[in-house]
């Protein structure tokens, strides 16, 4: 198991190392090595996580062909300029708020020239706000109801009676409070740029880039804040019906009542009668009743004798069947 995860963890290195789809070509390369080289079996590629992603960048370039996103850049930019010996406060509140909003931590990137063009003319040390400025757009991506992590998280816990507002409730408070005593600390980082001699002689000959940062007008106000209004109004939604039950639709399946719970592979039906699914399951031990197109899994609890199953086929459907009658698991 040792040796797995180096190739793992050698295949994240080199591809963090290359950037951009070289570090999609070395997670390909270390999963084949762990399928042909290790026998291991690969479970389903995440398609509802890549559907989220798919579906944010979408909304976020839309708001940014728009104008939003360079809007939201203006309203930082006058926040920082007006305060500028806070900016090792207000930096990674900036960096929370735009990716929270957004889902992604790519449209904290255009706010970063602004923070260090600001701390330098405040004469603090850039690496001060820029750090958890960084920092605190990846802890928002915990937090955001819209981001990948989010949804993945939200699918694990699919079936123990955990909602979005549940996990938002408890990623939010805690990333922000990190991320404050995070920007308290920051403030004591490194000599003051007025002490530091390294600072003093790039100064003197000239080393330092004294360019200014130039945002983009806004061509029509009017589109742009309408983008983000628009933007924000759907993520609160999604906290809205991810939250509860009543707002999403329910089906009349065989004479049951079946809601839809969006789960870790797919949607996921509930029946009302909790006791026709049991619990957990796990893999039937005699190997007999797994066979090429099922994989049968028994569930323990009440129906551990085998009368209450799961079953797995082909098509990518489960079910599970018992006394009580079929519950379909559409994935």
């Not at 062909?65 to 006058?78: F, I, N, P, S, T």
């Not at 007008?217 to 804040?225: E, G, M, Q, Y």
């Not at 399951?281 to 085998?306: C, F, K, Q, T, W």
């Amino acid at each position: 198991m040792a040796l797995q995860l180096a190739f793992v963890l050698v295949a994240i290195i080199i591809g963090a190392r290359l950037g951009g789809i070289g570090l999609g070509v070395m997670g390909g390369i270390g999963l084949a090595i762990l399928t042909f080289g290790f026998g291991l079996q690969p479970t389903s590629p995440p398609i509802d996580v890549m559907l989220m992603i798919a579906a944010v960048i979408s909304a976020a370039s839309c708001m940014q062909a728009a104008g939003g996103l360079d809007y939201m850049v203006k309203l930082a930019e006058r926040l920082l300029r007006k305060n500028p010996s806070q900016v090792t406060i207000l930096s990674p509140i900036v960096t929370y708020l735009f990716t929270f909003v957004a889902g992604t931590g790519h449209v904290a990137y255009s706010v970063l020239p602004v923070i260090a063009e600001v701390a330098t003319e405040t004469k603090i040390r850039p690496e001060r706000p820029l750090g958890i400025a960084v920092i605190a757009s990846q802890q928002a991506i915990t937090a955001s109801p819209i981001s990948a992590a989010t949804v993945a998280l939200l699918g694990l816990l699919a079936g123990f009676d955990v909602t979005l507002f549940d996990i938002l409730k408890i990623t939010i408070p805690a990333t922000i409070i990190g991320v404050l005593v995070g920007a308290l600390f920051s403030m004591k980082v490194g000599k003051e740029l007025a002490d530091d001699p390294e600072y003093r002689k790039r100064l003197t000959e000239g080393y330092l880039d004294v360019k200014k940062v130039e945002i983009k007008d806004i061509h029509n106000k009017r589109h742009a804040v309408l983008s983000v209004l628009i933007f924000i109004l759907a993520t609160v939604f999604i906290v809205f019906f991810g939250s509860f039950d009543s707002l999403r639709p329910a089906f009349v399946i065989d004479g049951e009542t079946v809601s839809s719970q969006h789960g870790r592979f797919g949607h996921v039906r509930h029946y009302r009668n909790r006791d026709a699914l049991c619990r957990r399951p796990h893999l039937a031990a005699d190997s007999h009743r797994r066979h090429e197109g099922n994989a049968r899994l028994r569930l323990p609890g009440r129906h551990a004798g085998g009368d209450c199953h799961i079953r797995h086929c082909l098509d990518g459907r489960y079910f599970s069947s018992g006394e009580y009658g079929t519950a379909y698991f559409l994935y």
